[in-house]
């Protein structure tokens, strides 16, 4: 005997084309147009403080840092879509999503001057930090998730991978162990295309990146990722139907500029590739939207810029206030400092950590 | 009670469970089967399984959704089968499970005791005798600790569970059922942090833990030497001071360990015995683990683990010095 015994399939959403046009039976109610500009002026935000952080990095004013340059309807849609109660768990390159949910814009800048103390005041928006070892984080998502579960918050949980992430181990395990745990939890792919230099036909030969989730047992969707209104809805609907278990999203992007600013892509990515994808950009679709709409114009397209400018400019100007405490380092690495390593910190902030230079004179 | 370290740890999980509704026990089989080695036999009868959980076979996902589960407000108590396969989390553990306090400058922080068994004497296959304790000692950050008998097994695990930190807390399964001991039945901590006095003496000093106490106990009864015998308990963060008290006292010292000999918690003790107590050392310190190669297949595990007859030589040799 021979018979069939699973079928599987992915479905692929659009609402907003890159002409702006939008397949209204698709979109979702509360997605009026007042809700639509405030996306766009998240995603612009998102981009401008993209474009200072490069330039800060090019001064030597911040340490290593990825843009998001072209991902931002990926980022800024899913946040969106979150409930006031709801958690975030991102790789390292998810700004929009930390903007949009209310972190302080200077404390992200702090963060990529290369101070962890930037990143406290995630905890107040249930954001995790970045994390940076790919894929590892998925699990903590998922833990993060049951966790709300077993204490009956009601909060659900969304985390980013990207689509090189999808081929470590972790990135299944973790689709697995939601699925067991019934993990309150949106595991959202990034696909930008790229991991570094490689390619999205490096990682896989499977045709989506979506269909991954049909091995784990759980829903899997693909998604127009530069399509702000189709990302809000594909994340929307996975946390309404969270407390049923996880959902795997993989949005459709693409990385506009460098994997980070350690990397030059002119190396190994044709021009001609990323012509491709600049009519599709995210924010300038919902800008045609809004013109058509009659929202939208010149004058306050340049005033939207000059208070973003003067909003990150004035953020820039704290963080670069912020005084350090190599101290910190060794404060708060157990709840209660060992003996050993009191013993270190002494002797390192009695001798200024060694930073005086010492002739022997 | 009498107990021997099985039903004692067993019997400080149920307290744990009984005493903190946020912890949970997830791992491999530990569920109605209560483990490998029964160590949390009769704990999914009494709790269910919303407080301990059967998992899949995904040492990392036990690990990382764990961390995830502290993170949330929950206190897991993850069982990693055996230590030699908990490499496969070993990104969690020492990227994260550590990281996460000073990433977030104590913001968000990761109280979860991780229990897994090491080291060998039980003729088993690979990696199921392992003795990994200075690998995660190194990473900082992790609270490592090995008990050796039944009370501290209790004592520290339930200490373990009552602090806001990762622990690991490395069991040794040759001890598991070597020997009962009388037990309190209630709640009662043996701190972290803080070496035990097994023995008291003149001549010299052995600064050991795990399985080996046991045989270092047998040695120095059978050449009926007065002997300090010390056991760590805590690997990391060490006891400095008990140690250094002990070798400046008698000014000998033989270091055993049943992990192999380099790059082991032998030589971290044995450099800070160096730089802190050397002038009032009167013969080089010795160290006894085992050899520097990967634990071999159970007909030659004899061979390889430190035994009384080692730990004697060592002793006839400082001796004569």
């Given amino acids: 005997m021979e018979k069939r015994v699973f079928d599987g399939s992915i479905n692929y959403i659009q609402i907003m084309d890159e002409n702006g046009n939008v397949d209204e039976n698709l979109r979702p109610k509360e997605l009026t147009d007042g809700i639509i500009l405030q996306m766009y002026k998240y995603m612009s935000l998102t981009r401008a403080l993209d474009a200072k952080m490069l330039s800060l990095q090019r001064q030597g004013r911040a340490a290593t840092y990825g843009p998001s340059l072209g991902e931002e309807a990926a980022q800024v849609g899913s946040a969106m879509a979150m409930g006031p109660k709801d958690f975030f768990v991102p790789n390292f390159r998810q700004h929009g999503t930390y903007i949009t ?8 800048i702090l963060y990529w001057k290369g101070y962890e103390e930037g990143i ?5 928006i249930n954001a995790i930090p970045y994390i940076v070892p790919v894929s590892t984080q998925l699990l903590h998502a998922v833990g993060l998730a049951y966790s709300q579960l077993y204490q009956n918050t009601g909060a659900s949980v969304i985390t980013f991978v990207g689509d090189g992430g999808t081929s470590e181990g972790n990135f299944y395990e973790s689709m697995n162990f939601a699925g067991i745990l019934k993990a309150p939890v949106a595991i959202i792919i990034e696909n930008n ?5 490689e390619p999205r036909s490096r990682q896989t030969v499977a045709p989506t990146l979506a269909q991954k989730a049909i091995a784990a047992g759980i829903p899997g969707v693909q998604v127009d990722g530069n399509d702000v209104l189709a990302v809000y809805k594909v994340v929307r609907d996975a946390l309404t139907n969270a407390k049923n278990g996880p959902t795997l999203i993989e949005c459709i992007t693409y990385r506009m500029s460098m994997h980070t600013t350690a990397d030059d892509p002119t190396k190994y990515r044709p021009d001609a590739d990323v012509e491709k994808w600049k009519p599709r950009d995210p924010i300038l679709r919902v800008g045609n939207y809004l013109r058509k709409k009659a929202l939208w114009d010149d004058s306050k397209q340049s005033a939207m810029e000059e208070e973003h400018r003067q909003t990150i400019d004035a953020a820039v100007e704290k963080a670069e206030q912020f005084k350090k405490d190599p101290k910190s380092m ?7 400092m060992p003996a050993m390593l009191k013993e270190e910190e002494d002797a390192a902030v009695s001798a200024q950590f060694w930073m005086q230079k010492n002739d022997g004179e | 009670m009498m107990a021997n370290m099985v039903t004692a740890i067993n019997n400080a999980l149920d307290l744990i469970l009984q005493e903190d509704d946020k912890a949970i026990i997830l791992g491999e089989d530990v569920g109605k089967d209560g483990g490998v080695f029964r160590v949390t036999d009769g704990l999914f009868d009494k709790y269910g399984d919303r407080r301990v959980m059967d998992t899949p076979l995904s040492e990392s996902g036990i690990i990382g959704t764990s961390i995830g589960m502290a993170l949330g407000g929950m206190h897991p108590i993850p069982e990693v089968q055996f230590a030699g396969f908990m490499y496969l989390a070993f990104d969690q553990l020492v990227n994260h499970a550590n990281r996460y306090r000073s990433r977030t400058r104590g913001t968000w922080n990761v109280p979860m005791v991780v229990r897994t068994p090491i080291s060998g004497g039980v003729r088993t296959l690979e990696h199921h005798s392992e003795s990994p304790e200075a690998l995660y000692s190194h990473a900082g950050g992790l609270t490592v600790v090995i008990p050796s008998n039944p009370y501290d097994a209790k004592g520290l695990l339930i200490a373990a569970s009552h602090m806001n930190d990762t622990v690991l807390f490395l069991e040794p399964t040759k001890l598991y059922r070597l020997f009962k001991q009388d037990v309190p039945e209630g709640i009662y901590e043996v701190p972290i942090g803080k070496a035990g006095i097994v023995s008291e003496g003149e001549d010299l000093s052995i600064i050991t833990y795990g399985t080996m106490v046991p045989v270092v106990k047998n040695a120095v009864s059978k050449r009926k030497v007065s002997a300090d015998i ?30 192999p000999l380099s790059f082991g918690v032998g030589a971290e003790i044995s450099a800070r015995i160096a730089e802190k107590a050397m002038f009032e050392l009167d ?20 061979y390889y683990v430190p035994n009384e007859g080692k730990v004697i030589a060592a002793i006839d040799k400082i001796l004569s010095e």
């Fill in chain 1, 101 to 108: 949910r209310g972190m302080p814009l200077d404390a992200l």
């Fill in chain 1, 120 to 124: 406290m005041p995630a905890r107040k």
């Fill in chain 1, 193 to 197: 295309q790229w991991a570094i230099s």
């Fill in chain 1, 330 to 336: 060794f404060e708060n690495i157990y709840a209660t």
């Fill in chain 2, 230 to 259: 010390i056991d760590v308990r805590t690997i990391n963060p060490i006891d400095e001071k008990t140690i250094l008290d002990s070798a400046k006292k008698t000014g000998k010292v033989i270091i055993v360990h049943e992990a």
């Fill in chain 2, 283 to 302: 013969s080089p310190i010795i160290r006894v683990g085992s050899p520097s190669l990967p634990y071999p297949f159970p007909q030659y595990e004899d």
